[in-house]
């Protein structure tokens, strides 16, 4: 899995679905927000039926879960917002294969290996989508 930068201040969600999708950034834009303006601004995506139902033709589906410590499959996961607080969310994802969570927020000095503490997001999880199907 390739880690993607969000490339607008609230694009953590369409990073994520570019990353486990395996998509570009901005195909993810469309298909998150498939009725916005060219050069409206993004205030953030909503994560919720309609939302998986864009993403299911694509070819995934995802399930929701409680949150863990790690999780058996790709999985997009929910976690209170590092720098924002209170009820900002932020979305990451787990990585199977790297056994990691891969943070999507830009920041120049931050290479996947050099990125928040894991333990910092296993604290923060408030939930959790698993990829099933793709």
């Known amino acids: 899995m390739k880690l993607v930068r969000q490339k607008h201040e609230y694009g953590c969600v369409i990073a994520c679905i570019a990353m486990i999708t395996g998509i570009s950034y901005d195909e993810a834009l469309k ?11 993004i205030i953030g995506v909503m994560v919720n039926n309609c939302f998986f139902k864009r993403i299911s033709k694509l070819g995934f589906k ?11 499959k790709d999985a997009l996961v929910s976690i209170l917002h590092p720098i ?24 120049r000095n931050r290479k996947m ?6 333990k910092s997001y296993r604290e923060n999880t408030i939930g959790a989508f698993v990829l099933i199907d793709k």
């Not at 995802?62 to 058996?72: I, M, Q, T």
């Not at 290996?113 to 894991?118: A, D, N, S």
């Open 31 to 41: 298909v998150c927000l498939p009725n916005r303006k060219s050069g409206q601004k």
């Open 62 to 72: 995802f399930r929701e879960v409680k949150p863990a410590l790690s999780y058996k």
């Open 84 to 107: 924002y607080g209170g009820n900002c969310r932020h979305m990451i994802i787990w990585s199977k294969k790297l056994k990691r969570y891969l943070d999507p927020f830009p920041n």
């Open 113 to 118: 290996k050099k990125q928040l503490p894991q």
